[in-house]
């Protein structure tokens, strides 16, 4: 099985940026679609952006589209959230996952927690001034 594990959180102003990493290993990233989700106390689980195996394509919901960016490079093993012009509303645990489901020729994005069978540890984003 693949272990996924976040890094790059922290504290940072609002309108300020970071970029979070999800390092895997145990089966090669290049396996999985990826995405990435967060959660605040008492919320659900939510939605942040998704990538296909290959990179080629992605998929945000429309209030991230803007100042998030989903990268991957698989031979280092790695998937990347950039964020840009943070919000305290931003603020959240941020999570890697690995899409369960088959490798298909025509990528479809998957936005539910339960469509994901793998996950890291979170990484805690706090932005304030």
């Known amino acids: 099985q693949v272990q996924l594990v976040e890094s790059g959180g922290g504290l940072v102003q609002p309108g300020g940026s970071l970029r979070l990493t999800c390092t895997a290993s145990?089966?090669?990233?290049?396996?999985?679609?990826m995405g990435w989700f967060r959660q605040t106390p008492g919320k659900e689980r939510e939605f942040v952006a998704a990538?296909?195996?290959?990179?080629?394509?992605?998929h945000y919901p429309e209030s991230m589209k803007a100042r998030f960016t989903i990268s991957r490079d698989n031979a280092e093993n790695t998937v990347s959230l950039q964020m840009r012009n943070l919000r305290p509303e931003d603020t959240a645990v941020y999570y890697c996952?690995?899409?369960?489901?088959?490798?298909?020729?025509?990528?479809?994005?998957?936005?539910?927690?339960?469509?994901?069978?793998?996950w890291g540890q979170g990484t805690q984003v706090t932005v304030s001034s």
């Open positions: 996952a690995a899409d369960a489901r088959r490798v298909t020729l025509v990528w479809a994005p998957a936005e539910q927690v339960d469509e994901y069978a793998y």
């Open positions: 145990g089966r090669p990233i290049g396996d999985y679609a």
């Open positions: 990538i296909s195996w290959s990179g080629k394509n992605t």
